[in-house]
């Protein structure tokens, strides 16, 4: 049986990966609901991709500032803030009565959500060695799996069943989220404390890493723009499979709800298996550029083929390479989140994570708003998903090319300061 002392980081993974599930249920809501919504709220495909795109230019610009915010106060401080704020946006999106104020809301729940994940970076970094990063990463990923299969069954649920104090059934569906997000801030409060022996301490004193120093190194514009791509991707699965299944297979709620559940467990394992992956190798003496390099490769293996969902002949098919591409990507994501921690300081961790996020959030609006266009002109989903089958491939290049040896880069820092 392990130790206390051996358990807790993984504990610590375990609490963390619940705060990613509660971000990925909170940000599902919208895309399940939207039909409901819509009995309300006027809403077109060009709007539906608009109010993405604020939670993205949100989340992207958070997920910087989030990264600037946490090596400043630390992570259980930061953290704290991060998830206060995102649980109370969420539900701010019951009270909308016009896109204009869902837009609002939106923007609030990208500016919370997007401190999430450079908050989980520094905590994997503060509590787990190189060789157990990525695995650590990959439970903590999973979250966003386990947000979004719970997400199609309990929105249904709400909608179906929940219709307290004569409100529209679909304000209580982002209510009732909100509420879950604080409570699992009374457990992070209790809970989480930075280890002894982290590098610098809660606020990793030492020389300032700007972010112009990082963005100065061609290695960190490749991840980051590598993100950009890969996320361009994952936001359109993640955004528009509900809207697929509703138009494009002609679903109900509840037969969407049966099965849109599906990819997003693939997603779980995909997120388990690239780290997993990569750890295996490190274990059997591979290098950390290797490990990294060949679980990636991997990863977009599996992508193009969603590009072949529209020639489907049944839902079940759709389905499938939906689930494939869902496991591809989030394998992915794992490598590419936990980049980070091979090729920086600690300090400078919350600024790149932010860095690779911003990306990611940025591709997420291109696409989303090429797809929104196109739709409202006439135009089938075929042209969308096939550019979305080849980007991981790409960034897959470009990470070569541009990062031929991934390991920690050095700063020619003068003038010591506190970061």
């Known amino acids: 049986m392990p130790s206390r002392r051996t358990a807790l980081p993984w504990g610590i993974a375990f609490l963390i990966g619940v705060a990613i599930a509660i971000s990925y249920l909170d940000r599902q809501t919208l895309p399940w609901a939207i039909k409901a919504v819509q009995a309300d709220i006027p809403i077109s495909n060009q709007i539906k991709a608009a109010l993405d795109s604020a939670f993205l230019l949100a989340y992207g610009l958070m997920y910087l500032g989030g ?57 994997v970094a503060e509590w787990f060695s190189v060789r157990d990063r990525a695995t650590a990463m990959g439970i903590i990923n999973a979250g966003t799996a386990v947000g979004a299969v719970i997400a199609p ?31 699992w ?23 300032v890493i700007t972010v112009g120093m990082l963005l100065a190194r061609r290695p960190i514009v490749a991840v980051a723009f590598a993100k950009f791509l890969t996320d361009a991707a994952w936001y359109f699965y993640l955004f528009w499979l509900p809207k697929y299944l509703f138009e494009a297979q002609h679903f109900d709620l509840r037969q969407a709800g049966s099965v849109g559940w599906i990819p997003y467990a693939a997603s779980g394992i995909g997120c388990l298996f690239g780290g997993g992956l990569s750890s295996y190798l490190l274990r059997r003496g591979a290098s950390v ?16 083929w969603v590009m072949l969902v529209p020639s ?28 980070p921690t091979d090729m920086v300081p600690h300090r400078a961790l919350g600024k790149f994570a932010g860095l690779v996020g911003l990306g990611g959030a940025l591709g997420g609006i291109v696409l989303g708003q090429t797809a929104g266009w196109l739709l409202d002109h006439g135009y089938s989903y075929t042209p969308v998903l096939t550019i979305a089958a080849s980007l991981h491939l790409l960034a897959f290049a470009l990470i070569c090319v541009a990062v031929p040896r991934l390991q920690l880069l050095s700063f020619d820092i003068s003038a010591p300061r506190r970061a």
């Not at 309990?154 to 997000?181: P, Y």
């Not at 992070?188 to 301490?201: C, D, I, K, S, V």
């Not at 550029?289 to 193009?304: D, E, F, Q």
Request: with cysteine; glycine share 12%; proline share 5%.
């Open 289 to 304: 550029n290797a490990a990294r390099k060949i679980a990636l490769g991997a990863s977009a293996a599996l992508m193009p």
């Open 185 to 207: 801030v009374a457990a992070w409060a209790a809970l989480y404390y930075t280890p002894r022996g982290t590098p610098g301490g809660e606020t990793a004193a030492g020389p």
């Open 153 to 183: 069954p309990l929105i249904v649920l709400v909608l179906t069943r929940v219709d307290w104090l004569g409100l529209s059934n679909w304000r209580w569906v982002f209510f009732l989220t909100g509420a879950v997000g604080l409570v």
């Open 67 to 123: 990264g600037w915010l946490l090596d400043r106060i630390g992570t259980r401080r930061g953290f704290l803030i991060i998830m206060s704020f995102w649980s109370l946006a969420c539900a701010s999106h019951g009270l909308a009565r016009n896109a204009w104020s869902l837009a609002l809301s939106r923007l609030a729940l990208g500016l919370g959500e997007g401190g999430g994940f450079p908050a989980a970076t520094r905590a």
């Open 312 to 339: 489907m002949p049944n839902t079940a098919l759709v389905i499938l390479i939906f689930s494939i591409a869902f496991f591809g990507q989030q394998s992915w994501s794992t490598l590419i989140m936990i980049l």
